[in-house]
């Protein structure tokens, strides 16, 4: 349905910037410690957005408003749904540790953050003009800058936040000036009128891909992808554990949306110029994620590094989308993308979920020594750890082997030998990264757990989430069909309306 003046397109994103306000008043009369006024009705909110997006997404309808600037099409609504959802698990995750370092006592800024910072990914999920995505990807990045240096006292959150800062304004000043290169070449905003515009053939194609350099850079920053990690590590090593867990969840999904809106959709006639970009940012960072994890003794260090690989198998799925510009092959490979950065959130989610509840008032449990042991203190947490390490080194039965599959399997439908050339080393790279994978496996189950070691509180909610999310890696591995076939018809009708 086209209405280009209608509201109904940006219901979520309304009730999401409304609540986030009511949140931050009601705030200003809780004084208590805990900020449980907060907590509660920001829960309600992510329910109440998360379900009002998967409504939409099961009537698969696609409605333009604001002139078309926002699109709430089926791709956009599951994503929405999903980052609402990985932000209530991130919330409930990190109640206890925010509350015992004191980012909660001076107010609600930890609240109202995170939920500015989710209305930015909604806002690029459904962003279909140039101008809007780049608000969208702004609000997101203040937002994360923000929480990174939520904790004030601590002088390693707020260097990390001061690199994120400028690595992160130099990203989106590439970006930027990119799709003002864009602009300057088709002479409109709208996603779909720059297809249009490209697809003539009238336009000038060296300033376009000029642009298109800066384009694929400020997209790569945000993926995390070689060789615009540079923030990655110290970022995720140097924030408070549950910040890191914001910035690797919900954020991956919107640049999953600002790379489709962008390269899939306005930019698609241009894909034989982005795609050997693509294929050089998936070589470097295969390898240079996967050898620089080795070396880390750091757990979120490593998985830093592991993160960088991992955006490379989800930029596989981007590059296989079009050969020689045919698109029969995009849905299979965008949909398998898709399921991809999905799986890859639910996984992130579990291993940082496990630092947060190892951690305690004055003890940052980050380093790989400290699981040592865990089978000993803890088996079912040492369970959930095991699903998760399985599942990043796509081993089967776990849903990250499906997800490598199926991006791999659009790579070679293509046909090309260089892109098989491609799949092979990316299976190979695979194996080095398992070695990281299993260190930590091996850590948790054969060496002893320290002297010092603390017994394992979490709060009920926490325990029964984190289980639940464990369990569902292994579920979505054995039965990996609905997820896949939902990613691929959301991107069906992405491409089609």
């Given at each position: 349905m086209i209405d280009r003046f209608s509201w109904v397109a940006a219901y979520p994103q309304i009730v999401l910037l409304v609540m986030t306000?009511?949140?931050?008043?009601?705030?200003?009369?809780?004084?208590?410690?805990?900020?449980?006024?907060?907590?509660?009705?920001?829960?309600?909110?992510?329910?109440?957005?998360?379900?009002?997006?998967?409504?939409?997404?099961?009537?698969?309808?696609?409605?333009?408003?604001?002139?078309?600037?926002?699109?709430?099409?089926?791709?956009?609504?599951?994503?929405?749904?999903?980052?609402?959802?990985?932000?209530?698990?991130?919330?409930?995750?990190?109640?206890?540790?925010?509350?015992?370092?004191?980012?909660?006592?001076?107010?609600?800024?930890?609240?109202?953050?995170?939920?500015l910072a989710l209305l930015g990914t909604l806002v690029l999920c459904t962003g279909n003009n140039l101008l809007v995505l780049y608000l969208g990807l702004e609000l997101l990045t203040l937002s994360s800058y923000a929480l990174v240096a939520l904790r004030r006292d601590d002088a390693t959150a707020v260097e990390a936040a001061m690199k994120y800062f400028v690595l992160g304004s130099l990203a989106?000043?590439?970006?930027?000036?990119?799709?003002?290169?864009?602009?300057?070449?088709?002479?409109?905003?709208?996603?779909?009128?720059?297809?249009?515009?490209?697809?003539?053939?009238?336009?000038?194609?060296?300033?376009?891909?000029?642009?298109?350099?800066?384009?694929?850079?400020?997209?790569?920053?945000?993926?995390?992808?070689?060789?615009?990690?540079?923030?990655?590590?110290?970022?995720?090593?140097?924030?408070?554990?549950?910040?890191?867990?914001?910035?690797?969840?919900?954020?991956?999904?919107a640049a999953f949306a600002l790379a489709m809106r962008l390269l899939a959709q306005g930019l698609l006639p241009l894909a034989v110029d982005w795609q050997p970009m693509l294929a050089v940012l998936v070589v470097v960072s295969l390898l240079v994620g996967n050898l620089a994890a080795i070396a880390q003794t750091n757990l979120k260090r490593m998985l830093a590094y592991s993160t960088i690989a991992q955006m490379g198998f989800v930029l596989i799925g981007l590059l296989a989308g079009t050969v020689q510009s045919n698109t029969l092959n995009a849905a299979n490979a965008y949909g398998s993308a898709m399921f991809y950065i999905v799986s890859y959130v639910l996984t992130t989610l579990v291993s940082f979920g496990v630092i947060v509840l190892l951690s305690r008032e004055g003890f940052e449990s980050e380093e790989i020594s400290d699981l040592a042991g865990l089978n000993q203190r803890s088996p079912w947490y040492a369970a959930v750890m095991l699903i998760c390490m399985m599942s990043l080194a796509g081993i089967p039965l776990f849903v990250g082997f499906p997800a490598k599959f199926s991006v791999l399997q659009a790579l070679l439908s293509t046909g090309e030998s260089v892109y098989v050339g491609l799949a092979v080393f990316a299976v190979l790279m695979s194996v080095v990264g398992a070695f990281y994978y299993i260190r930590v496996i091996k850590v948790m189950y054969f060496d002893a757990p320290p002297a010092s070691a603390a017994p394992i509180a979490a709060p009920a909610d926490m325990r029964v989430v984190l289980s639940i999310n464990g369990l569902l890696i292994l579920v979505l591995g054995i039965f990996p069909g609905g997820l896949l076939k939902l990613c691929t018809h959301a991107v069906i009708r992405m491409l089609t309306t």
């Open positions: 306000c009511v949140i931050a008043l009601a705030d200003l009369f809780d004084h208590s410690k805990r900020r449980a006024t907060a907590y509660v009705l920001t829960i309600l909110t992510l329910l109440l957005t998360a379900g009002l997006s998967a409504i939409y997404a099961v009537e698969d309808r696609t409605i333009y408003g604001f002139g078309g600037a926002v699109v709430s099409d089926t791709l956009a609504n599951w994503l929405t749904c999903f980052a609402c959802i990985a932000t209530l698990v991130v919330l409930i995750y990190g109640r206890s540790y925010v509350q015992a370092r004191g980012m909660v006592r001076g107010g609600g800024e930890w609240y109202s953050l995170n939920l989106s000043g590439f970006l930027l000036y990119g799709l003002s290169m864009v602009y300057g070449a088709t002479g409109t905003l709208d996603v779909g009128s720059v297809y249009e515009a490209i697809a003539t053939g009238q336009i000038q194609h060296k300033v376009l891909v000029f642009g298109l350099v800066f384009v694929v850079a400020g997209v790569a920053f945000k993926f995390g992808a070689a060789p615009f990690h540079m923030w990655l590590p110290d970022v995720y090593q140097g924030a408070p554990t549950a910040v890191t867990l914001v910035i690797g969840a919900a954020p991956k999904l």
